[in-house]
């Protein structure tokens, strides 16, 4: 069966320091990847999506980046936080990749604060 | 640009009651898929239903089921028996191209027992 982690679980940073969350999936090959970012009390906004390693799409312009260097493993990256990078991020997959309309599943999410 | 709305931010139910909890959109697209995802207070989101709009007949999961009604763009979720174990924020979201979803801002469902 297919499994996604994501760590770490809780992370408080200074503004201006450097972020990296990780995700990686175990039991399937070649998924569509997601970065989903989620503020207290809101629906989720999608940051990032990947259809293979190297490719990534961003979605909203902003100090984050993404990067996929091995084929199950997805990177959220900054090099200077700022106090409106906190909240909830969550990363997903979907089974096949390009296809839309698949079931995305989600890991357990990073909760962010920034001070 | 697609948009998802959940009219009701809140809603309650009393144990083993039936509760139904609103969604439309907004496409111009002919063929798309409807999700519902619930997302406990561990924050992990779990999906609840699936619904592809090409197919007529109204998904169904245990005693979860939608309404589908395609021509008003809504897509109501439907909880039979309701259970503590319900009690959650559920989302309703659209996918589009790549299966890149859009959710609306969710309603947080309270079980009374």
């Known amino acids: 069966s297919q499994t996604i982690h994501q760590w770490p679980a809780t992370l408080v940073q200074p503004v201006g320091s450097p972020l990296s969350l990780e995700c990686t999936v175990e039991?399937?090959?070649?998924?569509?990847l997601y970065w989903y970012r989620q503020a207290a009390g809101r629906g989720l906004q999608l940051l990032f999506y990947s259809v293979g390693i190297g490719q990534i799409s961003s979605e909203v312009p902003q100090n984050l980046s993404a990067s996929r260097p091995q084929d199950r493993q997805f990177i959220l990256s900054s090099k200077k936080l700022l106090l409106s990078d906190s909240g909830f991020y969550l990363c997903a997959w979907s089974g096949r990749a390009g296809v839309w309309g698949d079931t995305q599943y989600f890991g357990p999410g990073t909760r962010l604060t920034v001070l | 640009a697609q948009t998802v709305t959940q009219s009701q931010p809140e809603m309650s139910v009393q144990e083993a009651e039936t509760v139904t909890l609103s969604c439309t959109y907004d496409?111009?697209?002919?063929?798309?898929?409807l999700f519902w995802y619930k997302q406990p207070p561990s924050r992990q989101m779990i999906l609840v239903i699936r619904?592809?709009?090409?197919?007529?007949q109204n998904a169904t999961e245990n005693r979860f089921s939608v309404n589908f009604q395609k021509a008003a763009k809504s897509f109501s979720l439907k909880i039979s028996d309701s259970q503590l174990g319900d009690a959650a924020m559920y989302f309703c979201a659209y996918s589009t191209s790549y299966g890149k979803l859009t959710f609306g801002q969710g309603t947080i469902l309270t079980v009374h027992p």
């Open positions: 619904q592809e709009a090409y197919k007529q």
């Open positions: 496409t111009s697209e002919s063929d798309y898929y």
């Open positions: 039991g399937t090959s070649n998924p569509n």
